[in-house]
């Protein structure tokens, strides 16, 4: 009997619920002060999970070698007295330095002081012991604090050490915490060597957001890249940007990689089209200097990606080192490495070295590394991204709110992960647009054929993710079989497009590969044929591959197994026998049911005991009954426990051994079927993988289709003007907003645009007259266009845009180290350096940050120097429209290429009515300019005291307090 206290609560637990030799139970007892927290007997039968299975394991190690009861006494009382002297030390925290550790904790310390002397990051260890993770030593100390757990202190034999643990269940939790702190997690997981029994605590991985495996962790609706960028060699020697940039990135779950040289100018572009999780650069390459802005600004807005400074190995390995990752025809991988360029070649590297360090145990298999085309694309760099909440709100960087989410009508993982990679990397090629919105044409022409779509896709399965789960011995059965139901899924929809010759026409192309190629549908016949339909989702996740848990209880009469009965000669002649048995087994049951009166007296089952492996007769004694007619049955041995009695009878106990037999030889069996069938479906890998991109493209062109539907959205005209003619836009994130608030009725103002490249539009207005929202619509209608999307207005005929800049205010916070004047400046300094005439500019307020007639001039010249210089598009709010107008007037260049719109407000005179009412908002735009900014009324709106409005409102000039 082991009594422990568990909380407040004293808590009984009997042997039987022990796993392990009477030492654990000496050890527990003996630690009866101990906070000993057991997960509840009823879910973990068999063990205690504690935190406490270190001790067990120590006090178990010391009982192996001092194996004499006498002995073990004597080392009792001598304990007794140590401990009480050892909790004296750790009340006063007097640890002998001099203490040695042993063992486990040795090896704790080890790595504890290996990881903090990293250089590349910070490192915290969590080490699994029983179903806990564990921080031990200064690292306790240090996180338990940020994890919000309890730290407390391990009494050992010779000293006191710093601990704090949580469940494993909530590994997720803590390791999102972790990386919200931009600290990385070392999970050590523990291993029982099957035979020798000795457990172990490898490092299983190292996890930081790009390198994340598990599946709580992933949301398979977007890419989680990580980016490797090699740099050239001392790029900071001069002021200008020289030299070539190395990057590739992948995606470790779903296999994918890529590469690209770039350059400087470039850099920002293309990090905001890969939107990686993390960015890993070499240790040795000084990226603070970089993200300081020092060298050259635009490089500040880095600072906001979680980025690893990694140490590369001394053992570092070459790219051709890694071409087993890629595919297993060598030549065929070596002659891809062959077209790479050289720093594609570097940036590879550095990215398989990373990973190779951080995840040792999982197989990551990659598709040959594509290059993407850079020209292709509009660039928007991070802070356009940001400002125009294309993936993420500003404020609190949420997903709901931002334009992805509103746009998202996919139903698959793939689809939506390439609507979202769309969204960062609008297309530039006419013709792609034109055939996607082709697509989406067709789709809303035939509303039934994608209803019927919709309903087929829904079925089909994220098979990049299935394929790597597989290869890392993750999946669940019923995971391989959603690999055979999506190809007859696709089989369906291929079916359904062929129903309607309009629709065949244009989809059938993106279907050739996979329809003809047999072996894959072969396969997916096979798959059928193998794995037994009846199969749970049970994954293989969160278990971290450890083999430390609860011995399964051997299952009796088995009637559920993975792997069909027909999926090998010999499974079939197992499963016959096994069946054999079964009969026997049922048939002996109504025997022993029989000589007992089972239902009257007793219940009755057969079991197998799960710590001695008896097969035993469990009979649950009912009444005095059910005792008499026990002796009716022969028995070898007889246990008694207070409700039950448990016999062993010969006949079970050799029908028990055969069963067993016969179940491991099945499970054998069944572990070579399955190896067999991962073998073949690496082997048709490449066909496996041509199913995803026909359901992304389905999925986000039926999307699309829904949205234009839903949204009222149109086909716009996209060509290779400079023109810009919107009629009637909107703004789908602000009307969304709108239509929630005002429970169903849309009362979005639409406003049009018209420009061509070198012309201006300045907006002025009443704060929250609209002039933000009209901004920024144009540019999101823009980049909707882009991707291939109808978008919100009546009619929109767009010249191809190139890049999209932003000067908003609101990003300013994202510079830690810069005034907002500065950040003002630096931002625009980009636009006017890089904007083009097929750009398009978005300034929202300039030169507010300085004195106001300064303000004004750098406002006017940058507006100048964008439309004369640079000759984009200019869309310029401002609440100093009379001053900037008056410079504007100065340059008959400028007066003729900008034009004044604004918005208005309108106060009714009644007082009585409460101010939300009595103002009202015209978002309308109409030609002129605001003279009045209406500041005092937006601020009794927001509630500002009347006292100070008062003397707002007499310090205003004469001219403006009309
Ligand atoms: N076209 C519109 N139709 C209906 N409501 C609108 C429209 N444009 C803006 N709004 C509403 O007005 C609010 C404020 O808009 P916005 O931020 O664009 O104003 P603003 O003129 O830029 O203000 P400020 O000068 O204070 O920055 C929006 O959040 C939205 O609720």
Known sequence: MLVAVARNAWRIYSSGCLRGCAGKLLALRSRSSYRIISRGLSHNEGHIDHVSLADIEVITEQKDKKRSRGRAEKKNEGAKQ???????????????????????????????????????????????????????????????????????????????????????????????????????????????????????????????????????????????????????????????????????????????????????????????????????????????????????????????????????????????????????????????????????????????????????????????????????????????????????????????????????????????????????????????????????????????????????????????????????????????????????????????????????????????????????????????????????????????????????????????????????????????????????????????????????????SLIRHLKTGEFLVNVRIKNKKSKELIENIKYEKKYHTRTSVKLQVPEWKELGNRMVAIENNIAIEEMNITNELKAKIFRHNDSIKEMSPIIELLDTTQSFANMAQEKNLVCPIVDKTTDFDIVEGRHLVVEEGLQDRSMGVANFTSNSCKLKNGEAWVITGPNMGGKSTFLRQNALIAILAQIGSFVPASYARLGIIDKIFTRVGSSDNIFKNQSTFMVEMNETAIILREATERSLVIVDELGRGTSPQEGVSIAFASLYTMIEKNKSKVLFATHFGTDLKKYIDKYPEAKKAVEFYKTDLEELHDTSIPIDKRIIFHHTLSKGLSTHSHALLIAELAGFPKSALEIARKSLPEEMSS
């Open 82 to 604: 140590k401990k009480k002297t050892e909790s004296l030390k750790a009340q006063t925290n007097e640890t002998n330095p001099d203490d040695s550790l042993t063992g486990f904790y040795q090896d704790l310390k080890d790595m504890v002081d290996q990881f903090s002397n990293r250089v590349d990051g910070e490192y915290v260890i969590f080490t699994q012991v029983g179903s806990f993770y564990e921080l031990y030593f200064e690292q306790a100390e240090k996180y338990a604090g940020i994890l919000g757990i309890t730290l407390t202190r391990k009494q050992l034999k010779s000293q006191s050490i710093p601990f704090a643990g949580f469940p494993d269940y909530k590994l997720d939790k803590y390791l999102r915490l972790i990386f919200s702190k931009g600290l990385k997690a070392v999970i050590c997981n523990q291993r029982r060597d099957e035979f020798s029994n000795v457990i172990t605590r490898p490092i299983d991985r190292i996890v930081s957001p790009g390198t994340v495996v598990d599946e709580g962790l992933r949301d398979y609706n977007r890419n989680n890249h990580l980016l490797a960028i090699t740099f050239p060699e001392e790029p900071f020697k001069h002021s200008v940007m020289e030299g070539k940039i190395g990057l590739a990135w992948c995606d470790v779950s779903l296999g994918t990689f890529y590469v690209l040289e770039t350059n400087f100018e470039n850099l920002m572009a293309a990090i905001t089209r890969i939107n990686p999780s993390e960015i890993v650069v070499d240790s040795k390459f000084d990226i603070e200097y970089l993200y300081s802005g020092k060298w050259h600004p635009q490089f500040t807005d880095l600072k906001s990606y979680y980025t690893t400074r990694f140490q590369v190995p001394s053992t570092k390995r070459k790219l051709q080192d890694y071409a087993s990752k890629f595919a297993d025809n060598r030549k065929l991988v070596l002659s891809t490495f062959d077209l790479l360029k050289q720093k594609e070649i570097s940036a590879s590297n550095l990215l398989l070295n990373y990973i190779a360090e951080c995840l040792p145990n999982y197989s990551t298999n990659f598709q040959l590394p594509t290059r993407s085309l850079p020209s292709e694309v509009m660039q928007i760099d991070p802070r356009a991204a940001k400002d125009l909440e294309l993936t993420e709100t500003i404020r609190g960087g949420m997903r709901v709110g931002a334009l992805a989410n509103i746009i998202d009508r996919t139903v698959t993982n793939p689809g939506a992960r390439l609507l979202s990679s769309w969204l960062l990397m609008p297309s530039t090629n006419i013709k792609e647009i034109k055939q996607r919105q082709h697509f989406i044409t067709l789709m809303l022409k035939f509303g039934s054929f994608t209803g019927e779509l919709i309903q087929l896709l829904k079925h089909t399965a994220d098979i990049s993710r299935i394929v790597r789960r597989i290869d890392n011995n993750r999946a669940a059965f019923a995971e391989y079989l959603e690999i055979s139901s999506t190809i007859r899924y696709l089989d369906n929809i291929y079916d359904l497009i062929k129903e309607r010759p309009e629709i065949f026409k244009v989809f059938s192309p993106i279907f050739k590969v996979f329809i003809d190629d047999a072996s894959l549908h072969k396969l997916g016949t096979h798959i059928t044929k193998t794995i037994d339909s009846s199969v749970t989702l049970k994954t293989n996740d969160n278990n971290n591959n450890n083999n430390n848990g609860p011995r399964p209880d051997i299952t009796i009469a088995k009637t559920n197994w993975n792997i069909k009965a027909d999926a090998s000669k010999r499974m079939h002649t197992l499963r016959s026998k096994y069946d054999d048995c079964l009969e026997k087994y049922n048939q002996l049951l109504e025997d022993l049911a029989k000589q007992l009166c089972e239902g009257e007296t007793t219940d009755l």
